[in-house]
């Protein structure tokens, strides 16, 4: 089980040692939407890929400079940016930082350095001069020569991380054991194993890490209801997933203690009282709601029947939820229970009350005052010496910094927890906790329903379960009637499907800005054109088409192309582009973006397809050409897997 998980392995270096720190270097080059990035701790092979080029075309630059003008410049003043389509090009130099030693009008220093450059190194092909811009057009062999680099390299974009990297510890998940996971959850889970895959492929080591909410008010109701209207029922007598069965009692209990408030309500209306003042007294003086209380307290005080029925209805949602993980390709490799870590923070706190960092008010309850900080007062443990969330967050960081070193902590949490993780930054680093102050809470947006937002209490959910099997029930559909399941077996076309929906779901979750709510629509997320996960599935089972005929047909394709194949345009840009999915992977570790990933694999799509459909690859006549855009294919192919593969997505080998 999931569950029992304890610790995450150590993972060994694909690439080697890691090589000193790289100075700084634009990184706009092959991203222009970013600016700079400075790169640390590239491996040896990961450096000559990203870099190759780029390095090539900076050194000449700064050869040139000090050729042509005496001047030693630095590096960060060689901006280079990918030419815009207006323009012929390929990269672009701005020319305004060196006129200062050249003394001389934009366009001219621009033609000298221009002139200098296509002299002194074998990159350039040819320049233009546009004002102060010098458009450098990239020579056909140095294209080839990155593609071979890039064909060699089995996971190219990505740096391995060794046992001297940077132990990042990523929390994601974070469920109630009194209901099944939703849709909120699968955004949530989708996102928290994209970013803890991306941060690996940036080189960092990786925990992925969950905090279950297994105790409080919320886990008694359906404990109480599961008592009362029951009937002993259990996930084998009814058939039932255990997550959704307890599900089923908390939306009862909703029911029942509705039902108990507006009869008291209308009993104190009765009585003379205004319906507000009647329904609040109502919600206080439920008998229901009162016995949950009592269970609660019962819970605190480790009562034996009390805790043993927790324990066994929490069994049967933990199978549900490892069922529910398994079906979205998400893990963790620990995971901690609030259960534990309530009473580990209630003694960090006591401990910081000790030290005067909080203060206890009179009716006994402990606050931190946070006004020095531009916050307010925060509460810590209630008058009854219970604990509140932050207490709990407190002590589950207190476990986790004993278990694991922690060079930088990651929640991912919705953004209506904006102000709970500012303070629980400051009340980390209070604590002494290196991290706490640099925590990363990874704030991202809400799914929304077209009806509006659901609510789990009134049963108005979309769950997770039923949301991955219509899923997968509509790509089925879809791709029968689009008849893309001929000559496949049924064991095949079920898988495929699988594939198809998960991918479709995952995509359409992750390819918008975390940062942003986003609306729902499993119907335009299962398109088999447009940004969608089936069109890029669809493009990737085609090249791998094209792949298996080729191989079928004899076709060898070779280690290293031959640097003499004339290039068309569109070639060229294709190999420019795929080179770019090393920045893209790096840019998208410093932003926490999987949709960066995302939407790169559908840019680089859709070029891909004008090329199939403007070139023969097959039907080639010139064999050299022939070899190259299979090799081409070949690697865009693969770069869609690995870009996707950081999605959790899957790429079906037929479609």
């Not at 940036?202 to 109701?221: E, L, S, Y």
Request: hydrophobic content about 40%; glycine content about 6%.
């Amino acid at each position: 089980m999931v569950r029992h998980i304890r610790h995450a392995e150590k993972r060994e270096s694909d690439f080697g040692k890691t090589i000193s720190e790289l100075s700084k270097i634009k990184s706009d080059i092959v991203f222009p939407l970013l600016e700079w990035v400075i790169f640390k701790k590239l491996s040896t092979q990961n450096q000559k890929l990203i870099m190759k080029i780029e390095q090539q075309l900076s050194a000449a630059i700064i050869a040139a400079i000090k050729e042509l003008y005496d001047f030693d410049a630095p590096a960060e003043q060689v901006q280079l940016s990918k030419t815009k389509k207006e323009f012929e090009g390929h990269l672009t130099l701005v020319v305004f930082p060196f006129l200062r030693v050249s003394k001389k009008k934009p366009e001219d220093t621009a033609q000298e350095i221009g002139q200098y450059l296509q002299e002194h190194t074998d990159v350039i092909a040819s320049f233009n001069v546009i004002k102060g811009f010098l458009n450098l057009v990239i020579a056909p062999a140095a294209w080839i020569a990155l593609l071979n680099d890039i064909h060699a390299a089995e996971k190219y974009g990505f740096t391995a991380p060794t046992d001297r990297s940077p132990l990042v510890m990523i929390e994601y998940s974070s469920p109630n054991t009194n209901k099944p996971l939703h849709l909120g959850h699968v955004r949530n889970n989708l996102l928290g194993w994209a970013v803890a895959q991306i941060a690996e492929a940036n080189g960092n080591r990786v925990v992925k890490t969950n905090i279950v909410n297994d105790r409080g008010i919320h886990i008694c109701k359906s404990m109480l209801a599961w008592q009362k209207y029951g009937n002993g029922e259990t996930p084998e007598s009814s058939g039932k997933k255990g997550d959704h069965l307890i599900g089923d009692y908390y939306v009862a209990f909703d029911k029942h203690y509705r039902a108990e408030v507006k009869e008291l309500a209308a009993k104190f209306m009765a009585e003379g009282m205004d319906e507000e003042a009647a329904t609040e007294k109502a919600k206080a003086e439920a008998p229901l709601m009162k016995e949950a209380r009592e269970m609660l307290v019962k819970w605190e005080h480790n009562d034996r029947e009390v805790r043993a029925l927790w324990r066994k209805m929490n069994e049967w949602v933990y199978e549900g939820f490892d069922e529910t993980y398994k079906a979205l390709g998400v893990g963790f490799d620990k995971i901690y229970y609030e259960s534990d870590t309530y009473l580990e923070g209630r003694e960090k706190v006591i401990e910081g009350l000790q030290k005067g960092l909080f203060y206890k008010r009179e009716d006994g309850s402990v606050w931190a005052d946070l006004t020095g900080e531009g916050l307010d007062e925060k509460l810590l443990l209630r008058s009854d010496g219970t604990s509140v969330y932050m207490t709990q967050d407190i002590g589950t960081a207190k476990l986790r910094f004993q278990d694991f070193p922690i060079n930088k902590m990651v929640y991912v949490v919705g953004n209506e927890q904006n102000y709970h993780f500012q303070v629980l930054s400051i009340l980390l680093d209070k604590l002494g906790f290196e991290w706490g102050k640099d925590l990363v809470h990874f704030s991202y947006g809400m799914v929304e329903l077209p009806n509006g937002k659901m609510k789990s209490r009134e049963g108005t959910v979309v769950d997770a379960d039923e949301l991955v099997a219509e899923m997968v029930r509509q790509a089925r559909q879809t791709s029968d009637e689009a008849g893309k399941f001929a000559d496949m077996s049924e064991e095949e076309k079920q898988e495929v499907a699988r594939i198809v929906g998960m991918g479709a779901l995952k995509y359409f979750l992750l390819k918008v800005d975390a940062r942003k709510n986003m609306l729902f629509n499993p119907e335009e997320s299962i398109d088999f054109n447009g940004n969608t996960g089936p069109f890029v599935q669809y493009t990737y089972a085609r090249i791998r088409s094209i792949l298996r005929k080729a191989e079928d047909a004899g076709i060898v394709i070779p280690e290293t192309l031959n640097a003499n194949v004339a290039l068309s345009t569109k070639e060229e840009e294709i190999i420019q582009h795929v080179a770019e999915f090393a920045q893209v992977v790096k840019a998208a570790g410093v932003d926490y973006s999987p949709s960066a990933i995302a939407n790169y694999c559908y840019e680089l799509v859709k070029e891909y397809n004008q090329f199939y459909h403007e070139f023969s690859i097959l039907r080639e006549e010139d064999e050299a050409k022939k070899v190259f855009r299979l090799v081409l294919s070949q690697n865009v192919a693969k770069v869609i897997r690995l870009g996707m593969g950081l999605l959790g997505i899957e790429m079906p080998e037929r479609m």
